[in-house]
């Protein structure tokens, strides 16, 4: 089975603060995705990366940034946190953008809750 | 546009069937997915059909998929109390680069 981890459950930043979300998968997969999940919202990607070192901006990439430097990890980082921030983010995976079936993996999640 | 519609709301009694709608937009979505969230959790893939199916079956979950209506289904048989979750629907855009859509999601409620 695919596990995502995601490194926090849940997180209690100050507003300003920089803050890093970690998130590790261990099938080798290619693409990793960052969402953020938000009620009567749905699922917003945030960034993706499809390769080491390689990132692309998802819908909402405003106030983030990611990192990618070993195929098994990627992080989200808030560099200076804000309360609209707030929210449930959602660490993904797949195995290959080429392979038409490449459905996502998803970790348990990280509630952030910014004041 | 890119868009996938869902209910928002679901209420169904234990032992009954729970059938959650789904519609989407995109007529070159290869493979559409169903997703199950529970509570405080992430979202787990719970089942997915091909574009050139019609109906795919697994033990108590049933998949139909109306090209033509571009609607899709997941039908829950004899639905438990552990099926109480928000159930998401996802297609895949071939022609945005593989992109998957979401749903808003369906909260499946179960009344004893």
């Known amino acids: 089975d695919v596990k995502v981890t995601q490194s926090s459950r849940y997180l209690v930043k100050r507003t300003g603060e920089k803050v890093f979300l970690e998130c590790v998968q261990d099938m080798d997969h290619e693409n990793m995705f960052w969402y953020r999940q938000d009620p009567g919202l749905g699922l917003r990607l945030i960034y993706f990366?499809?390769?080491?070192?390689?990132?692309e901006k998802g819908d909402i990439p405003e106030g983030y940034s990611v990192s990618r430097e070993k195929k098994e990890r990627f992080s989200l980082i808030l560099e200076s946190a804000s309360t609209n921030q707030t929210s449930m983010y959602l660490c993904?995976?797949?195995?290959?953008?080429?392979?038409?079936?490449?459905?996502?993996?998803f970790g348990n999640g990280t509630r952030l809750t910014v004041t | 546009g890119e868009d996938v519609e869902q209910s928002l709301f679901l209420s169904v009694r234990e032992g009954d069937s729970s059938v959650i709608n789904c519609t989407y937009t995109d007529s070159s979505s290869t493979y559409l997915y169903w997703y199950k969230q529970e509570p405080g959790a992430g979202l787990q893939l719970l089942t997915y059909?091909?574009?050139?199916?019609d109906m795919k079956q697994d033990q108590r979950l049933t998949v139909l998929l109306n090209k033509k209506d571009k609607h899709l289904s997941l039908r829950i048989a004899d639905t438990q109390t552990g099926d109480s979750a928000i159930y998401f629907c996802?297609?895949?855009?071939?022609?945005?680069?593989?992109?998957?859509?979401f749903g808003k999601g369906t909260r499946l409620h179960i009344l004893p």
């Open positions: 990366s499809y390769d080491v070192k390689m990132k």
């Open positions: 996802a297609e895949t855009l071939r022609n945005r680069d593989d992109k998957i859509i």
């Open positions: 059909i091909f574009s050139n199916m």
């Open positions: 993904a995976s797949s195995f290959d953008r080429s392979s038409y079936n490449s459905p996502l993996h």
